[in-house]
C-alpha cells in the first residue's frame, strides 16, 4: 500500500488553532496590551514579563520575551503578518483612528477594499494594515458584505 493511500484511509482529526506566540520587547507589551483590548481581546495572563489574550472564539495570542534580535522581512521565509477579524469595515476604520492617535502609520496604502480577495462581488475584504513597534506586521480586516458608509 503506497503512503498516499494509507494517509486518505486514516481517521482525519479535528483541529483549530489553539494560540500563537509572538517574541517581542517587554517595554513593549502595554502597545500590546491597549492594541489588543481596543480590538476586543481579553487579557487571560499577565506576568513575569508575558501577556496572554484570548478571544471570544478561543485563540489566544501570547507576546512573551524576545531573547534574540533580529529584523523581520514579511517576504522572507516565515510568517507575515497577523490577521485579526472584525464585524464590519466601520470597525476597521475605528482601528486606523485608533492607530492614528498612537501615530502608528498605516502600511499599504490602507485602509483600502482589496477586491481580489473578496469571495463574491458582492462582498469585500476591507483592511488596514500597520507594524507593531518590534515590526511585526498586523492586519485589521472586515470580509463580508459591502457597506457602502466605508470609503
Known amino acids: 500500500m503506497n503512503a498516499v ?10 483541529s483549530s488553532l489553539n494560540h500563537v506566540q509572538v517574541n517581542v ?4 507589551l502595554p502597545f500590546y496590551a491597549d492594541l489588543m ?11 513575569d514579563g508575558m501577556l496572554g489574550v484570548g478571544a471570544e472564539s478561543g485563540p489566544s495570542l501570547w507576546f512573551t520575551p524576545a531573547t534574540k534580535s533580529s529584523g523581520n522581512d ?5 510568517a507575515n503578518h497577523l490577521g485579526i477579524g472584525v464585524a ?5 476604520d475605528n482601528a486606523a483612528k485608533y ?15 482589496r ?18 513597534p518590534d515590526r511585526v506586521l498586523f492586519e485589521v480586516v472586515y470580509t463580508g458584505p459591502k457597506s457602502f458608509s466605508a470609503p
Not at 514579511?74 to 516565515?78: E, I, K, L, P, V
Not at 492607530?99 to 483600502?112: D, Q
Not at 477586491?115 to 507593531?132: G, I, N
Open 99 to 113: 492607530l492614528a492617535e498612537l501615530t502608528v502609520e498605516p502600511l499599504f496604502g490602507t485602509p483600502c477594499h
Open 25 to 28: 520587547k517587554p517595554e513593549n
Open 74 to 78: 514579511y517576504d522572507a521565509a516565515g
Open 37 to 47: 483590548k481596543f480590538l476586543g481581546w481579553s487579557t487571560i495572563y499577565e506576568a
Open 88 to 92: 464590519s469595515q466601520a470597525d476597521v
Open 115 to 132: 477586491p481580489e480577495f473578496a469571495s463574491s462581488e458582492k462582498d469585500t475584504y476591507y483592511q488596514v494594515m500597520f507594524e507593531s
Open 5 to 14: 493511500i494509507a494517509h486518505e484511509e486514516r481517521t482525519k482529526m479535528k
